[in-house]
C-alpha cells in the first residue's frame, strides 16, 4: 500500500512561514508535487519536483516565496513557504506518480494517481 502523509500545516500570520511534509512510504517516485485546495475552488498545482530534484516547477503566485525540496533518506517531500499571504490559505496536499515524466511546466491533479490526505494552511491579514 503506497501512502503519503502530510504535516506542517497550520495558522499563521500573513508574512510568516511554515515548512510542509510529505513523509512517503515508498521514494521511487518519478514525480512529486503539492497541490492546494481552497473552498470553492478547483485544485491546482503549486510545485512540483522530479525524482532527483533537477526538474522544478512553481505556479506563478508562488514563485519566490515557497521552495520545493526533498530528503532521500527521509522518504520525505517538504514544502517551505515563506511570506505567507491570506490567499495561500487552503488544504495542501503532496501527490505522486511513478510515471508521470513531470516538466518545469505544470501538471494537472488528473497526472497524479496517489495522494496525501492534506493538511490545512490559514494565513491571517
Known amino acids: 500500500q503506497v501512502q503519503l502523509v502530510e504535516s506542517g500545516g497550520g495558522s499563521v500570520q500573513a508574512g510568516g512561514s511554515l515548512k510542509l511534509s510529505c513523509e512517503a512510504s515508498?521514494?521511487?517516485?518519478?514525480?512529486m508535487g503539492w497541490f492546494r485546495q481552497a473552498p470553492g475552488k478547483e485544485r491546482e498545482e503549486v510545485a512540483h519536483?522530479?525524482?532527483?530534484?533537477?526538474?522544478?516547477y512553481y505556479a506563478d503566485s508562488v514563485k519566490g516565496r515557497f521552495a520545493i525540496t526533498e530528503d532521500n533518506a527521509k522518504n520525505t517531500l517538504y514544502l517551505q513557504m515563506n511570506s505567507l499571504k491570506p490567499e495561500d490559505s487552503a488544504m495542501y496536499y503532496c501527490?505522486?506518480?511513478?510515471?508521470?515524466?513531470?516538466?518545469?511546466?505544470?501538471?494537472?491533479?488528473?497526472?497524479?494517481?496517489?495522494w496525501g490526505q492534506g493538511t490545512q494552511v490559514t494565513v491571517s491579514s
Open positions: 501527490a505522486a506518480d511513478f510515471y508521470l515524466d513531470c516538466s518545469s511546466s505544470s501538471s494537472s491533479a488528473a497526472d497524479y494517481e496517489y
Open positions: 519536483m522530479k525524482f532527483g530534484g533537477k526538474v522544478t
Open positions: 515508498r521514494y521511487s517516485y518519478r514525480c
